[in-house]
C-alpha cells in the first residue's frame, strides 16, 4: 500500500532564504511519480513539482528543485530565495503506474510553510 | 484562472436534503477525480472516473454517488448525509500519461446542518 510522511508539521523561513521540506513514502511499485502541491489560504491546490521514478537527474522548476533519493525513498522539495506568497500548505503526492493502481494519486500529511519578513 | 470549474462554491444543506456538486473541464483530460478535505488536512480521494468508467470508489459511503455523464463532466450526488461529512470537496482532472499532474478546481465548500 502507498504511504507518504512528512514530519515537519510546520516549518518557519526567513524571506530570500532557501527552505527544505522534507518527504518520504513507501511503495513497492517500481514505477511511481512523485508531486509537490501547494494550497494557500484560498483553498486552490497549485501543482508545483512533479518526479518519475526512472528520471535520473533531479527536477527544477523555477524557484523549485525536488531532491529525490530514490534508494532512501525521499522526495525532498527545496524553495530558494523564499517569498512572502510562498506562505502556505505543501503536500506531497505520490500516483503508482502499476495496472492495478494507475489512477490513485495520494497525498501525505503536509506542511505548513510559513515565511518571515 | 482555474481550468476545473466546480459549482457551487458554498452549500449549505440539511440532513434530508438532495444536492449536487458539479465538475467541467475542457482540457479533454480523462480521468477526474473526486477529493474531500477536512480543515487542516490532506486531500482524501473519494472516487476516480477513468475514460468515463469509475476506476477507483475508496470505500465511500452510499449517501455519496458519483456520475460522469461525459467526458468534461463530473457530478457528486449528495444524499441524507451528515454533518460530518462538512469539508470542502475538490475536483481534479488529470491528463493521460504517466507524468500527469492533477489539475484541481477551487473546490465546493459543503456545510451540512
Known amino acids: 500500500a502507498q504511504k507518504i510522511t512528512q514530519t515537519q508539521p510546520g516549518m518557519f523561513v526567513q524571506e530570500k532564504e532557501a527552505v527544505t521540506l522534507d518527504c518520504t513514502y513507501d511503495?513497492?511499485?517500481?514505477?511511481?511519480?512523485l508531486f509537490w502541491y501547494k494550497q494557500p489560504s484560498s483553498g486552490e491546490m497549485i501543482f508545483l513539482i512533479y518526479q518519475g521514478s526512472y528520471d535520473e537527474q533531479n527536477a527544477t522548476e523555477g524557484r523549485y528543485s525536488l531532491n529525490f533519493q530514490k534508494a532512501r525513498k525521499s522526495a525532498n522539495l527545496v524553495i530558494s530565495a523564499s517569498q512572502l506568497g510562498d506562505s502556505a500548505m505543501y503536500f506531497c503526492a505520490m500516483r503508482e503506474t502499476s495496472l492495478t493502481s494507475y489512477d490513485k494519486v495520494i497525498f501525505g500529511p503536509g506542511t505548513s510553510l510559513s515565511v518571515i519578513p | 484562472d482555474t481550468e476545473v470549474t466546480q459549482t457551487p462554491k458554498h452549500l449549505v444543506m440539511g440532513m434530508t436534503n438532495k444536492k449536487s456538486l458539479k465538475c467541467e473541464q475542457h482540457m479533454g483530460h480523462r480521468a477526474m477525480y473526486w477529493y474531500k478535505q477536512k480543515a487542516k488536512k490532506p486531500p482524501e480521494l473519494m472516487f476516480v472516473y477513468s475514460y468515463e468508467k469509475l476506476s477507483i470508489n475508496e470505500s465511500v459511503p452510499s449517501r455519496f454517488s458519483p456520475e460522469c455523464p461525459n467526458s468534461s463532466l463530473l457530478n457528486l450526488h449528495l444524499h441524507a448525509l451528515q454533518p460530518e461529512d462538512s469539508a470542502l470537496y475538490l475536483c481534479a482532472s488529470r491528463r493521460t500519461g504517466d507524468s500527469g499532474e492533477l489539475f484541481f478546481g477551487e473546490g465546493s465548500r459543503l456545510t451540512v446542518l
Open positions: 511503495t513497492s511499485d517500481q514505477s511511481y511519480g
